[in-house]
């Protein structure tokens, strides 16, 4: 899986688990992983700042409450459609549950950290 993957492998998590069934995914990832890890470029760590500020602020991370607290950023982030299609990407990807949700955290934030790295150099 390429990078880009990982990240939505990450938010797909979050959004399929919303609730504390799985052991509170969302809120171990947002309290681990800084959405500045997330490819700047890309609508994922607009998304993903979103989740996080939702999750923080004890709210459930579904597809309605990510919508509003994106406000003015939903079409970068790729509308509405692009938060439902994110629902079925584990299933796209043979993944079914939470399992290896912490390798993806890593994955995404030494892909963060390499190309801070290459910022400063």
């Known amino acids: 899986m ?23 995914v969302g809120k171990r990832i947002c309290m681990e992983l800084d959405a500045a890890k ?19 602020d004890h709210g ?5 409450n990510v919508a509003r607290a994106l406000a003015g950023n939903l079409e970068r ?4 459609e692009y938060l439902q299609s994110l629902l079925g ?3 796209i990807m ?6 290896g949700f912490e390798t993806w955290v890593r994955v995404v934030d030494n892909a ?3 190309r801070q790295l290459g910022l400063v150099i």
Request: charged letters at 15%; aromatic letters at 8%.
């Open 77 to 80: 982030a790729g509308g509405e």
């Open 94 to 99: 043979g993944v079914h549950g939470s399992d």
């Open 89 to 91: 990407f584990l299933p």
């Open 38 to 56: 997330f490819d700047p470029h890309g609508a994922n760590g607009v998304v993903y700042g979103a989740i996080q500020r939702v999750v923080l």
């Open 112 to 114: 963060g950290r390499l």
């Open 2 to 24: 390429q990078v880009v993957e990982y990240e939505k492998a990450i938010l797909s998590v979050i959004l399929r688990y919303p609730g504390s069934e799985q052991n509170n």
């Open 60 to 64: 459930v991370p579904n597809v309605p």
